[in-house]
């Protein structure tokens, strides 16, 4: 469960601004998009909206960027640059470090974890847990200085391993993670499931829901989510063939060509066709079909839809988090509120994402 994300200088954003998804203290209505555990509630679903310019994608583009830090960081080298990216229009901001902070519930546990950093090194991170009664801080770091408390699961001669193993531009919760730290691995598991998508280059998705489609249950799922959408397919198919090599263009040199044969042999081709009904001359079904290709034939906004597809469904299958900017490019508004309301309705949301 997400609860609350904050930021601060970053890109368009200058003073700390706060998406939370805790709902109104005296919220009556729509009880039933809550999401209630233990004493914890949060909506499962939320929607930011405003004029161009006014920070909603970078406010988006921050949450991917904790992401990846998270998961990423200690796999990097101590020479890798931070992504930092402050907030230029004030003075002095760019000697500011970039703020992050995380609230999120893994079974009944409630964790605040956050970070703040340079393009150099982090400057500072901390992680708390509250179960019962009040907030345990975990850990907490200045710079190259970790204090970690008794509360943090793990060994303690692990732990001091990854004390000493935490580079200046590495976050000591990845390096626990690395080195098998049962509390960290918890939360890097939590985060396996937090999607993010930019809603106008899709195309990457497609190869989440290619991925899907060998399973039975997914394939069914992605079939009645298209059959839902009423885009007028009757059935969807995807074909699979080894990847021609042969036909490289003969300019390129011999040894990019050799890599690129090493690289791709043994790689396939997917291609994703649509079938449609076939109508009489009085607009009348017949039991005849046509089949087409995907991307040569259809809009769009059905390449779009069967492109984020697999993640969708994924997520609601898996209770994750999905996080799209720009969900309604390239599909009609229809069709984007079908795709929230399959979050907001119990039947096809059973795990709370």
């Known amino acids: ?25 005296k919220q009556k209505e729509h009880s039933e998009n809550i999401i209630q555990k233990g004493k914890h509630q949060a909506l499962n679903a939320v929607a930011i909206y405003g004029a161009n310019a006014s920070g909603k994608s970078n406010l ?26 402050p907030f230029l229009l004030r003075e002095d901001w760019i000697n500011k470090p970039t703020f992050f902070e995380l609230v999120f519930l893994i ?14 090194e982090i400057v500072s991170e901390w992680l708390f847990r509250k179960s019962v009664g009040r907030e345990v801080n975990l850990f907490q770091r200045s710079q190259d200085t970790i204090d970690v408390s008794s509360g943090f699961k793990g060994s303690s001669k692990t732990i001091d391993a990854a004390i000493e193993a935490t580079r200046d531009n590495a976050l000591f919760l990845s390096t626990c993670d690395m080195l098998n730290i049962e509390e960290a691995k918890k939360i890097l598991h939590w985060f396996q499931k937090y999607i993010i998508i930019d809603g106008l280059n899709t195309e990457n998705e497609a190869i989440k829901t290619i991925s899907l489609w060998d399973d039975q249950e997914y394939r069914q799922k992605i079939k009645e989510y298209f059959t839902s959408l009423n885009f007028g397919i009757i059935d969807l198919d ?27 042999t043994g790689a396939k081709k997917y291609t994703v066709y649509s079938t449609h009904r ?10 005849n079909v046509e089949t087409w290709e995907l991307g040569r034939n259809e809009s769009p ?24 900017d720009e969900i309604e490019g390239k599909l009609h508004p229809i069709m984007t509120l079908h795709t929230i309301n399959m979050f907001l309705n119990n039947k096809t949301n059973p795990n709370q994402a």
């Open 301 to 324: 906004g059905t390449q779009k839809a069967f492109e984020l597809s697999g993640p969708i469904l994924w997520t609601l299958m898996n209770g994750g988090i999905l996080i799209i």
């Open 238 to 264: 995807i074909t699979t063939q080894d990847l021609d090599l042969s036909g490289l263009p003969e300019q390129i040199p011999n040894e990019f060509k050799n890599f690129l044969i090493n690289k791709l």
């Open 107 to 120: 079974a009944e546990d409630r964790y605040r974890y956050g970070v703040e950093f340079n393009q150099n």
């Open 60 to 85: 988006l583009k921050a949450m991917g960027v904790l992401e990846k830090l998270i998961n990423f960081s200690a796999r990097s080298s101590s020479t890798t640059k931070l992504p930092y990216d």
């Open 1 to 25: 469960m997400l609860i609350e994300f904050r930021v601060a200088n970053y890109r368009s954003i200058g003073d700390e601004q706060v998406l939370s998804l805790v709902p109104a203290s």
């Open 278 to 287: 076939i109508y009489d001359s009085q607009c009348q079904e017949t039991k």
